[in-house]
């Protein structure tokens, strides 16, 4: 018998109604992202009302404005994380089907393809409304752990992301999962709960961080040093749970049981983990170029 947790019977569903043969349902996840990017606009108006906190005591745009630039990032999260998992994770699959792009009702979303839809939205809205880029980046970076932490909470409740089999004492058992890739395991296969993982680390701690450094050590006052620190700080959270999270199906084969992306003798990186390189980079470099404001 493995020694293991029991999944939690959470429906994905919130409720879900009936109107005119057309079923409607709010889910857990559609509703991470709802009340996500509410609380982080919530912080933002937060930051933007308090001038003392922005270089020369001055802040980068008048609080009203912040609802407007709600809507351009909901925009660059829906479009950049769907187009990023096409591209990322199924390209092959989306080009043979490419009717089936626009439905991510489906499913099939990825954060750094998201991530990236964010930041040419951030990128044109400063350009057109003359904001300076990094006041504005900073920003959002300290106001994005909450829906970071609600999204991988509520992938755990989907039962989806999950970790590799494992046989330490928090293992879950998640539904439907019968050794499909456990080979060395007969029945229902234990795993890490990496979706609580990166909940903990991309959004608790890093977000608990940045609300800190933001509010009480005067980050805001160093353009950059917000995004530098988001950047780097979810690539090397993000690096370090792929070690523990199941890599994606695409890029199983007979040859690469692990489903690494990048592989040479056995040893490599899975997608998550060449997706993040780069974001740790970019945010050491962004960090190491702030420069303190008075």
């Known amino acids: 018998m493995i020694a293991a947790i029991p999944f939690p019977d959470i429906s994905p569903e919130i409720f879900s109604i009936s109107i005119f043969g057309f079923e ?15 609380i982080g606009w919530r912080i933002v108006v937060a930051a933007l009302k ?40 199924r390209p092959l699959h989306y080009l043979q089907n490419p009717l089936e792009i626009p439905m ?28 300076p880029l990094w006041h504005l980046s900073d920003a959002l970076a300290i106001a994005v752990a909450p829906a970071i932490l609600l999204g991988r909470l509520s992938n755990f409740i989907n039962a989806e992301l999950w970790g590799r089999a494992t046989d330490v004492p928090w293992a879950v058992i998640f539904p439907g999962d019968l050794a499909q890739f456990c080979p060395e395991v007969a029945g229902a296969c234990a795993r890490h709960p990496s979706q609580l993982y990166e909940a903990v680390l991309e959004g608790l701690l890093l977000g608990a961080l940045l609300l800190y450094l933001a ?30 999270r199941q890599p994606d199906f695409q890029f199983r084969t ?41």
């Not at 991510?104 to 939205?121: D, E, Q, R």
């Not at 700080?233 to 523990?244: I, N, Q, S, T």
């Not at 974001?279 to 404001?293: D, E, N, P, Y």
């Open 104 to 131: 991510i009702w489906t499913g099939g979303m990825s954060f750094h393809g998201g991530f990236i839809g964010v930041v040419l939205a951030v990128y044109i809205y400063s350009r057109r409304h003359k904001i």
């Open 215 to 244: 509010f009480r050590r005067g980050l805001l006052r160093r353009p950059m040093a917000a995004t530098g620190i988001f950047f780097a700080g979810y690539g090397a959270a993000r690096f370090c749970v792929e070690f523990f």
């Open 50 to 89: 308090r001038p003392a906190l922005w270089p020369n005591s001055t802040s980068p745009m008048p609080a009203s404005q912040a609802e407007d630039l709600l809507t351009w990032i909901v925009i660059g999260v829906i479009a950049g994380g769907r187009l990023g998992f096409v591209v990322f994770y």
């Open 24 to 38: 409607f349902a709010l889910r857990w996840y559609a509703m991470a992202y709802i009340v996500g990017i509410i």
């Open 254 to 294: 007979d040859d690469n049981p692990l489903g690494l992306a990048l592989h040479i003798g056995g040893y490599g990186f899975t997608m998550g983990q060449l997706l993040s390189l780069p974001m740790i980079a970019i945010g050491l470099w962004l960090f190491l170029r702030s420069r303190k404001t008075t």
